[in-house]
């Protein structure tokens, strides 16, 4: 009776096998289970009684889940190990075996042996036992790893050079802690590369024999490279959607508006924030010039009165300030090299009135700035009125006020005549006035040969 049940759960599919760690001899019995709750594990036994046990899946990542026969069916396995050896090392209660750690066993205790080293053992075991099953189960998990680097495609050189990390992730993990397990394991190959890459540059210093940094190096290099496309490949088609979105932007919506100038500032960086609460990846200032975004210090929709740093009291706020040095000076230093200024207008707007005038609130902001005061590390203040940059950007549509106002200041045409430029040597300040379709046909323009490497359309 006993045995009838037994078979109805087993199907008869009971292996032994013997091994062997040193001197010491083990036996475990394998157990398939057409069970619909899962086991997987490895039965520590001692004395006819199981005392502890963990799962397979620690040592054999594919073993987190259910195998399917031939006929169809899901089971799962259960290895018993038995020894005399097990026998002596049991605990009075038969709660625990008093394991050796694995280096101990190797070296001062030759006549012992570790949990890690019969786990490992057992587990080659089963590899060989289900190496068809274990195989069909590998594919399975790659092919979802693979559908899910399809649609994430900065992790696809992880196929190549971390598969054994791979097997690692659960094969029932949903798509959200999938990316955060890839992510993790992306650390690692990063964190590899930079080491190589070390490596190789330490190296060029005294090469003299190209050949031998071919054989040395090749495959380091290779692989420096590919991680780097694929990271660079991913940013690129960033970039093309942020273009993207801007045009959207500056197009009359459905409901037949324009987008607010708000829309625009958040896509290029977001609204009231300082640089250090925004990381590289966060904003998009590229768009207006590439080296804004090596910016020191940054406030974005912030008042003057709110910027660390700077004595003011007054309640303008310009839509970016970008500074280029930190606000811990040396004594005899100056505070910044240069001042940038970026003014958003809503795309199509022509109902300026003189205190919404662009050009002259450039103008008031550059004086606030030049008149302020500003303070050194130890709250002292500091003079750098005199020899200051101050370089501004005005991104607006070029309607028929606004290039009534720029004409009127005196502004020149740029030379493709869409926007204006000014220098101010009062304030020391150089302003352009860029249409939106220049800003993006501009842009497009920096990284047309990024986007035709990756045959984006670049119009």
Not at 263 to 279: C, M, N, R, T, Y
């Amino acid at each position: 009776m006993v045995n009838d049940y037994f078979n109805s759960f087993t199907n008869g599919q009971v292996f032994n096998e013997p091994f062997k760690i040193r001197n010491l001899e083990f036996n475990v019995n394998f157990v398939k289970l057409y069970s619909s709750k899962q086991d997987n594990k490895i039965h520590y036994c001692a004395h006819t009684r199981e005392v502890q046990n963990e799962k397979i899946s620690n040592e054999i990542p594919e073993l987190d889940t259910f195998l399917t026969d031939e006929e169809g069916k899901k089971f799962s396995v259960a290895a018993y190990v038995t020894s005399p050896y097990l026998d002596e090392k049991v605990n009075e209660e038969r709660t625990s075996i008093n394991f050796y750690k694995q280096t101990e066993a190797e070296i001062l205790y030759p006549n012992e042996a570790s949990q890690e080293e019969i786990r490992k053992a057992v587990s080659e075991i089963i590899r060989q036992k289900l190496a068809k099953y274990l195989a069909e189960l590998s594919e399975i998990r790659f092919a979802k790893v693979k559908d899910f680097v399809q649609k994430h495609p900065r992790y696809r050189q992880l196929l190549k050079y971390k598969p054994e990390e791979i097997k690692h992730i659960p094969s029932n993990i949903p798509e959200d802690k999938m990316e955060l397990e890839l992510f993790k394991i992306q650390q690692l190959l990063d964190l590899e590369v930079k080491n190589e890459a070390n490596e190789i540059l330490r190296f060029i210093d005294k090469i003299e024999d190209k050949e031998e940094f071919k054989n040395k190096f090749n495959l380091f290099y290779d692989k420096i490279i590919e991680v780097g496309n694929s990271k660079l490949s991913e940013y690129v088609i960033h970039r093309k959607l942020v273009l993207d979105l801007l045009e959207k932007h500056i197009k009359r919506g459905d409901d037949g508006k324009f987008a607010r100038e708000d829309a625009v500032h958040k896509l290029i960086f977001p609204l009231k924030k300082l640089s250090d609460e925004v990381g590289f990846e966060e904003h998009n200032l590229w768009v207006i010039d590439e080296r804004l975004a090596y910016h020191k210090y940054l406030a974005s929709d912030k008042r003057f009165d709110q910027m660390p740093g700077l004595n003011s009291e007054s309640s303008d706020r310009p839509d970016i300030i970008v500074f280029n040095k930190p606000f811990a000076f040396a004594n005899d230093d100056k505070p910044y090299a240069s001042i940038v200024l970026i003014e958003f207008k809503r795309p199509m707007r022509d109902d300026y009135d003189e205190n919404e005038n662009p050009i002259l609130q450039i103008n008031r902001y550059a004086r606030e700035i030049s008149e302020d005061e500003v303070l050194d590390k130890n709250g002292r203040t500091m003079d750098f009125r005199s020899n200051t940059p101050i370089y501004a950007f005005i991104i607006s549509d070029l309607t028929k006020n606004l290039r009534k106002f720029a004409m009127d200041a005196g502004y020149k045409p740029l030379p493709d005549n869409d926007g204006f430029f000014n220098f101010n040597d009062n304030y020391n300040l150089y302003v352009e006035i860029i249409s939106f379709d220049k800003l993006i046909r501009d842009s497009k323009q920096r990284n047309k040969a990024l986007f035709e490497k990756l045959s984006l359309p670049t119009s």
